[in-house]
C-alpha cells in the first residue's frame, strides 16, 4: 500500500496561473479532504468528498475547486492562483468519515 | 459549535523530562472522536491516538499517555522522559457525529526538546 500519495512536492506559481494538485489514496477509503496549514492557523478544511460523486466545501473553499470521479482520486484545482494561496497543502483519507485520516505528505505551494 | 484548542503555542522542555500538552474541546454532539496528530520537522503528519466519547479510559503507550477527561472537556496529551526526537508539532482534534463531515483540528503545539 503507497497510502496517500501528493504531487508535486513542491511548486512555485504565478499570480493568475491555475494548476491542480493531485491526490490519490490506494486504501478503498470513501472519506478523503483538502486541508491547507498556514502558520498559526492549524489545518483548515478546504473541501472534502464522502464518495464519488460528492463534495462539499469545508471552511476555506474559496479560489478553489475540487472533483471526484473515481474513489482513489481527489484533485484540487486553484483556478487562478492568488499570493494569498500559498501554504501547504495536505491531503487525507479515511475509511468512512469519522474514522482516522491518514495524510498524505504535503504539496508545498508559493505562489508570486 | 465544535472547537478545539490547544492554548500552549511552544513547549520547551530539556531532554528526560515529562511535558504535558493540553487539549480542550467543544461539542454539543454526545458521540465524538478525538485525536492526536504528530507532525515533526519532516512535515508529514502521523496519527497517534484515536479514543471515542464513551471511552474515558487513560491510555498508555510506551513513554506516550493520554488522559481523556470529560468532566472538563480535555484529552491531554503526556510524553514521559521526553526525547529529542519528539520534537514536533502536535495537533489535537475532533469529529463528531453531529458536526457534519468535517474534522475539527486545534492550531497545534510546538514542543522542542533541548539536548
Known amino acids: 500500500n503507497a497510502g496517500v500519495t501528493q504531487t508535486p512536492k513542491f511548486q512555485v506559481l504565478k499570480t493568475g496561473q491555475s494548476m491542480t494538485l493531485q491526490c490519490a489514496q490506494d486504501?478503498?477509503?470513501?472519506?478523503m479532504s483538502w486541508y491547507r496549514q498556514d502558520p498559526g492557523m492549524g489545518l483548515r478544511l478546504i473541501h472534502y468528498?464522502?464518495?464519488?460523486?460528492?463534495?462539499d466545501q469545508g471552511e476555506v473553499p474559496n479560489g478553489y475547486n475540487v472533483s471526484r470521479s473515481t474513489t482513489e482520486d481527489f484533485p484540487l484545482r486553484l483556478l487562478s492562483a492568488a499570493p494569498s494561496q500559498t501554504s501547504v497543502y495536505f491531503c487525507?483519507?479515511?475509511?468512512?468519515?469519522?474514522?482516522?485520516?491518514?495524510f498524505g505528505p504535503g504539496t508545498r505551494l508559493l505562489v508570486l | 459549535a465544535q472547537k478545539v484548542t490547544q492554548a500552549q503555542t511552544e513547549i520547551s522542555v530539556v531532554e528526560k523530562e515529562d511535558v504535558t500538552l493540553d487539549c480542550v474541546y467543544e461539542?454539543?454532539?454526545?458521540?465524538?472522536?478525538l485525536f492526536w496528530y504528530k507532525q515533526p520537522p519532516s512535515g508529514e503528519l502521523v496519527f497517534l491516538i484515536r479514543?471515542?466519547?464513551?471511552?474515558?479510559q487513560n491510555e498508555i503507550s510506551g513513554r506516550y499517555s493520554w488522559n481523556f477527561q470529560k468532566s472538563t472537556s480535555s484529552f491531554n496529551f503526556t510524553i514521559t522522559a521526553s526525547q529529542v526526537v519528539d520534537s514536533a508539532v502536535y495537533f489535537c482534534?475532533?469529529?463528531?457525529?453531529?458536526?457534519?463531515?468535517?474534522?475539527?483540528f486545534g492550531t497545534g503545539t510546538s514542543l522542542t526538546v533541548i539536548p
Open positions: 479514543r471515542n466519547s464513551f471511552d474515558e
Open positions: 468528498s464522502v464518495g464519488a460523486g460528492i463534495t
Open positions: 486504501m478503498n477509503h470513501e472519506y
Open positions: 482534534a475532533l469529529s463528531g457525529t453531529n458536526t457534519g463531515n468535517q474534522f475539527y
Open positions: 461539542t454539543r454532539d454526545t458521540t465524538y472522536y
Open positions: 487525507a483519507s479515511s475509511y468512512r468519515l469519522k474514522e482516522t485520516q491518514y
